[in-house]
């Protein structure tokens, strides 16, 4: 369903207990829509407290999104999917790192639990639509059709984790913050005005499953340390490392490999390879990719015409749009050619692609071509 659609919705509301999710639902109860807020339970072994902004689904969390919905006035339950939520993101983040990917699990949590497992569960229940705390708007065209564009608000933006969504599930999404120019201090007071006691309470941020934000950690106690050579471009030797895994296309910190580069610049992680443990440094230059194979395309709505197109591109949940011409080579491969080289593209990040603000779709990078570099 659409932000605008003109009659009353069951909703089923997604209340993290974040400030966005609780003022979204309280909206979406305000349309005149028959609301009924559930908080999904998505750790195994949930923490007592949140720590600041880090993590989420904690049980404080839970109470503070009950709260939320006893003010608003509408029904409120707690669904377990943390069996779901581990098969689905956990483990499927454990296992991309593992090979040398380079994942983003939130737009796997929006693809397999907030617009799968959970919108199945509500359409089975005779909900309509499934509403959250999302920056994005759904525009409904004159032939029915749906399509995800980005919010009003560009600073606030978070159609990029959305664009696996296919249209099946853009037509039982609904997303209250997307359309109007808001800013976050305006939902903050908005929550207060409303008297939802979240009003003043931390963003979460990082990956709401590693509460410490220490994701080395957390892949090496699950994948055990594993000592390989760290080497340049030629070959060379310049240090180890505890796990290839603890790595990431473009990273510059955490190297330590003790002794600078000839040149005296910085060196950058160009490669890692998980078959023979080793991770590959070099100068920034070495990470410009000047083209792309993206795998598993999703297209939210119709999908782009055959040969050729020219869009923008967005890699990274916070980053920038780039010119690109991508072309869908058959119908599960996406070939992507950038105007201008780009740095720190990793396979497993995902490439978001849009005509204007509209969201065309998504697909997970698989390769990359970077410019050769002529030596001086």
Not at 2 to 9: F, G, H, V
Not at 30 to 50: Q, Y
């Amino acid at each position: 369903m659409t932000d605008d659609a003109p009659r009353r919705l069951r909703v089923l509301a997604a209340m993290s207990g974040g400030v966005d999710s609780a003022v979204a639902a309280a909206r979406a109860a305000e349309a005149g829509h028959d609301v009924t807020g559930v908080h999904l339970a998505l750790s195994e072994n949930p923490k007592s407290f949140r720590t600041g902004a880090r993590g989420c689904c904690t049980i404080e969390d839970s109470h503070d999104a009950r709260r939320a919905a006893d003010v608003i006035g509408i029904p409120f339950y707690v669904w377990d999917l943390a069996e779901r939520f581990r098969a689905d993101v956990v483990d499927d983040f454990i296992a991309e790192y593992e090979a040398g990917r380079t994942p983003n699990p939130c737009l796997r949590c929006n693809e397999k639990i907030k617009f799968a497992a959970l919108l199945d569960k509500a359409l089975a229940l005779g909900f309509d639509a499934v509403c959250t705390g999302h920056y994005a708007t759904v525009v409904t065209n004159p032939d029915g059709t749906r399509e995800l564009h980005r919010a009003s608000d560009m600073a606030k933006d978070q159609s990029y984790v959305l664009g696996v969504l296919d249209d099946r599930q853009l037509a039982h999404a609904l997303f209250p913050l997307g359309d109007t120019r808001t800013t976050k201090a305006e939902i903050r007071e908005e929550a207060a005005r409303r008297g939802l006691f979240v009003a003043k309470k931390p963003d979460s941020h990082d990956i709401c499953f590693i509460a410490d934000g220490d994701t080395q950690g957390f892949l090496a106690k699950r994948l055990g340390t594993a000592t390989g050579d760290i080497v340049d471009e030629a070959g060379n030797r310049l240090g180890t490392h505890e796990g290839a895994y603890g790595f990431t296309i473009g990273q510059r910190k955490g190297l330590r490999i003790g002794h600078p580069a000839p040149d005296g610049k910085p060196r950058y992680v160009l490669d890692i390879s998980p078959v023979d443990n080793t991770v590959t440094v070099g100068p920034a230059e070495s990470l410009d990719v000047t083209a792309l194979t993206a795998i598993r395309p999703r297209w939210c709505g119709r999908a782009p015409a055959a040969g050729p197109g020219t869009y923008t591109a967005q890699l990274r949940a916070h980053g920038g749009e780039t010119e690109v011409t991508a072309e869908l080579i058959d119908d599960a491969e996406l070939r992507v050619t950038f105007t201008e080289p780009v740095r720190g593209v990793a396979p497993g990040q995902a490439i978001v692609l849009y005509d204007g603000t509209r969201v065309v779709g998504s697909a997970t990078i698989a390769t990359t071509e970077r410019r050769v570099r002529v030596e001086a």
